[in-house]
T-cell receptor
Framework: DAGVIQSPRHEVTEMGQEVTLRCKPI?????LFWYRQTMMRGLELLIY????????DSGMPEDRFSAKMPNASFSTLKIQPSEPRDSAVYFC??????????????FGPGTRLTVL | AQSVTQLGSHVSVSEGALVLLRCNYS??????LFWYVQYPNQGLQLLLK??????LVKGINGFEAEFKKSETSFHLTKPSAHMSDAAEYFC???????????FGSGTRLSIRP
């Protein structure tokens, strides 16, 4: 298995631009998580999905952030408009259905976002 | 509700010395406990996990952790540190009734030659 795939690996953009981060979870996994990691705040859960349905988006910082999961093999995290304070590493992770005995999460390599 | 506390944001040990990273948890349901490691510029990867059964759990790279319910702890140890162990380590808690895993704030492990 290729593991969790994220694209792009690096993104540099200017303030005000739209940014779309992409994630392909591990085949057969039913839960998908988006995290943000910064030096100041550490690892933050932004949103997670079970069976393509958003379950908890309380970590999404503002309305500028949105996430979708149109099918079991693809998810996007969009920031519009982007701001310099959004600069961070964004991780996608997937697991078998959250709450089960095998609910360890498998992380992708991350997308390093820099907003100038 | 669940939470995790990692004691010490930074731990430094000499090569060959014992590694001890501390983790305490709070959980209103029987916990599942995890340790993850993050090497520079990489995602997190699972070191070991406890769900049920034997309380001493062995993981990759010689690490192990012991679940102590009475102390609500799940400390990570390794008898002899290697330079390659330098990384950030995250403790996390989930559970059969929990909808997600809660991560601690992480402990950065440095190894002195």
């Amino acid at each position: 298995d290729a593991g969790v795939i994220q694209s792009p690996r690096h993104e540099v953009t200017e303030m005000g631009q739209e940014v779309t981060l992409r994630c392909k979870p591990i085949s057969g996994h039913n839960s998908l998580f988006w995290y943000r990691q910064t030096m100041m705040r550490g690892l933050e859960l932004l949103i997670y999905f079970n069976n393509n349905v958003p379950i908890d988006d309380s970590g999404m910082p503002e309305d500028r952030f949105s996430a979708k999961m149109p099918n079991a093999s693809f998810s996007t995290l969009k920031i519009q408009p982007s701001e310099p304070r959004d600069s961070a590493v964004y991780f996608c992770a997937s697991s078998e259905l959250a709450g089960g005995p095998n609910n360890e999460q498998f992380f992708g390599p991350g997308t390093r976002l820099t907003v100038l | 509700a669940q939470s995790v506390t990692q004691l010490g944001s930074h731990v430094s040990v000499s090569e060959g010395a014992l590694v001890l990273l501390r983790c305490n948890y709070s959980s209103s349901v029987p916990p599942y406990l995890f340790w993850y490691v993050q090497y520079p510029n990489q995602g997190l990867q699972l070191l070991l996990k406890y769900t049920t059964g034997a309380t001493l759990v062995k993981g990759i790279n010689g690490f192990e952790a012991e679940f102590k319910k009475s102390e609500t702890s799940f400390h990570l140890t390794k008898p002899s540190a290697h330079m390659s162990d330098a990384a950030e380590y995250f403790c996390a808690v989930g559970g059969s009734s929990a909808s997600k895993i809660i991560f601690g704030s992480g402990t950065r492990l440095s190894i002195r030659p």
